[in-house]
């Protein structure tokens, strides 16, 4: 046999592995999706760069990222928000990067989810890392990594077996993730973890859209929820919230902010449940969000106010469905439009 014979057949045998996978992971219910890594996040951050002062920047953690909806922002306003909101972290370091590397002059709208905003400026602590760390991979990137992503985008739009995210999720399809699907025996009495599934849907401008089946099938959103209560009562307990050294930190970014004119609008999302009670009895209102607003001086919404934002029921605590989603933004933006904070560049 030769070795254009031996590569054919190579490559016949390649491309009927890759089909074979492929068919398998759409017959289990995948479809082609984007990651939501490091990769998209910068290749969202670099809007910021070239952003005018009508633009807007949204950051903060996951309820920014499901709850604010881009399409219907830029629909009713004909300008897309830049959504750099990052799961499970705080947005302290996302503005100071704002802040300190670029310059913006726009309105940053800043998402405070209370056990993540007054969590922590310690560096090395995990809501500080998961935002940090994709600024400074944005900051240092390489002219080939900026390419590998841009060439990947095709390849994540059309096969569902491509998936690698940042976050370890239980039904990704990766090594680590179908490792964990593996069943060992328990051999140090440890409790196991729920299995975390992903339960969002992204798209290249980083618009996050809740899945149909936590609406519709509710043993589905109550594994979501088993992760939540696995997360938080599970030891070790993380330390208490730092709400000085976390204001001081925002207030000092802020100012600077505001000094080439820039603006700030804070938005409290809707929490329920479990979450809510736990928020309230660690972070009551009126010692941190309360607070806060006071210090800040700006623009301030906390949902339970208006009437517009506080008409939503979280599916599994802490984010809002597709619709929901759809509905908050267009009534938040409304009265953003109403409190003349941003700009309808339609009626212009």
Same mark, same amino acid.
């Given at each position: ?29 995948? #479809? ?52 750099? *909101? ?39 602590? @995990? ?13 240092? +990137?390489?002219? !080939?990594? +900026? ?22 999720? #239980? ?12 069943? $060992? ?5 440890? @409790? ?9 849907? =992204? ?9 149909? +089946? ?21 030891? @070790? %307990? ?17 100012? %600077? ?12 999302? @809707?929490?329920?449940?479990?979450? %809510? ?16 607003? !006071? ?13 517009? $934002?506080?008409? #939503?029921?979280? =599916? ?5 469905? *597709?619709?929901? !989603?759809? *509905?908050?933004?267009?009534? #938040? ?16």
């Amino acid at each position: 046999m030769n070795l254009k014979q031996s590569f054919t057949i190579a490559l016949i045998l390649g491309v009927l592995s890759i089909t074979a996978w492929e068919l398998y992971w759409r017959s289990q219910g995948y #479809f082609p999706d984007l990651d939501d890594d490091k990769y998209l996040w910068a290749r969202t951050r670099a809007k910021v760069d070239e952003a005018t002062k009508s633009d807007v920047v949204l950051i903060g953690s996951s309820r920014v990222l499901f709850n604010i909806q881009v399409d219907v922002w830029e629909e009713l306003t004909g300008v897309k928000p830049i959504q750099l *909101a990052n799961a499970g972290s705080t947005p302290l370091p996302t503005f100071h990067d704002i802040v300190e590397n670029t310059d913006f002059k726009g309105t940053v709208l800043v998402g405070v989810t209370p056990p993540l905003f007054f969590s922590t400026t310690v560096e090395q602590a @995990p809501p500080w890392t998961r935002a940090s760390s994709r600024s400074e991979f944005y900051n240092n +990137r390489t002219y !080939a990594q +900026r390419l590998n992503y841009i060439l990947s985008i095709p390849l994540q739009n059309n096969f569902a077996f491509i998936s690698n995210d940042d976050e370890s999720w #239980f039904d990704d399809i990766n090594l680590k993730a179908i490792l964990n699907t593996i069943e $060992l025996p328990d051999r140090i009495g440890k @409790p196991k973890e729920p299995p975390f599934r992903r339960f969002q849907d =992204i798209d290249i401008h980083r618009n996050v859209r809740m899945k149909e +089946r936590m609406v519709s099938d509710t043993a589905f959103a109550n594994s979501i929820k088993a992760v939540w209560k696995s997360m938080l009562t599970s030891e @070790p %307990k993380p330390p208490p919230p730092d709400k000085k050294g976390t204001m001081d930190y925002f207030l000092s970014d802020l100012k %600077k902010f505001q000094a080439r004119g820039g603006q700030v609008i804070l938005l409290r999302n @809707p929490s329920h449940g479990f979450f %809510k009670d736990l928020e309230s009895l660690a972070m009551p209102r009126k010692e941190f969000w309360d607070r806060l607003v !006071a210090e800040a001086r700006v623009p301030a919404y906390h949902y339970e106010d208006h009437e517009g $934002l506080n008409a #939503f029921e979280t =599916i599994e605590w802490s984010h809002l469905s *597709a619709s929901d !989603a759809d *509905a908050f933004t267009e009534n #938040f933006v409304r009265i953003l439009l109403k409190d003349g904070l941003i700009t309808n560049l339609k009626t212009n």
